[in-house]
DNA sequence: TATATTATTGCAACAATGTCGCATTAAAAA
DNA sequence: TTTTTAATGCGACATTGTTGCAATAATATA
């Protein structure tokens, strides 16, 4: 089964890597220049997360939101940092910095999810 | 504005000072003997909150979970430590370890939520 | 280039979560 | 016992995310 690009996948794609930062699936659809039904969105964001492009993170508003990797390579990603979520502005940032976490014995990492809200700089 | 003891308040409150987990509404919602409607739960739920009983935390799954404090006092909550939740039975569980995040230049915290997703030691 | 193949899309429908208004019920106060 | 009003149950609702299916369009093939 191979990928095929298409108008929405690679706008969509483009528009992630511009924007420095995660955004759910309204704010991708309000930013896309042509109109790209919800559940297409959805399953280019959840294909992105497949191939590794792109990560997904839930917010504590329960919502998802989908940033372009960076500093990943096909083989090794690297999301274990925070992510910062604006209540005032919505936007969603990262944290730099990686966290590292020591499970229990026995557990097995599968996600890391890691988000702090609050106010950002620009809205104090 | 004064708080009320009712049934649903009592039994929501043991079940989740006897469970050692944070649970979401239908765990609850199952573990209850007497039957409370969803609405009120979430309502109970919300209001323990308020009072600083009981800390919510938002899954990857997207959904909210309720846990008894432990380890705070009416005026200092300590919540700043990750959970993990298991991916095949479900169960959510504090992993004792405090972390600390520092947030760059004007960034206030509001709240932290860091979740941890994967195979527990039972599920292994 | 024209045709065949099949991944992708749009649409509608759906399940699930969480919230809210409103009338009713039942704690707690008088 | 009566009064006050916080809490409940019910129904309705908004929102998020997913899925089945027919139509479309990107790629491979001739």
Do not use: W
Not at 73 to 102: A, D, M
Not at 105 to 111: A, D, I, K, R
């Amino acid at each position: 089964m191979k990928r095929r690009q298409t108008h929405s996948t690679q706008e969509i794609l483009e528009l992630l890597k511009a924007e420095n930062q995660a955004m759910n699936h309204e704010m991708i659809q309000s930013k896309l220049d042509s109109q790209v039904n919800r559940a297409t969105i959805y399953r280019v964001l959840n294909r992105f997360c497949e191939d590794g492009i792109v990560h997904k993170i839930v917010g504590d508003d329960g919502k998802q939101y989908f940033a372009f990797c960076l500093n990943c390579t096909q083989k090794k990603h690297n999301h274990n940092h925070f992510h910062f979520r604006c209540i005032q502005c919505g936007k969603v940032e990262c944290l730099e910095k990686e966290v590292s976490i020591s499970l229990p014995e026995g557990y097995v990492l599968e996600n890391f999810n890691g988000l702090i809200s609050g106010t950002c700089n620009d809205c104090t």
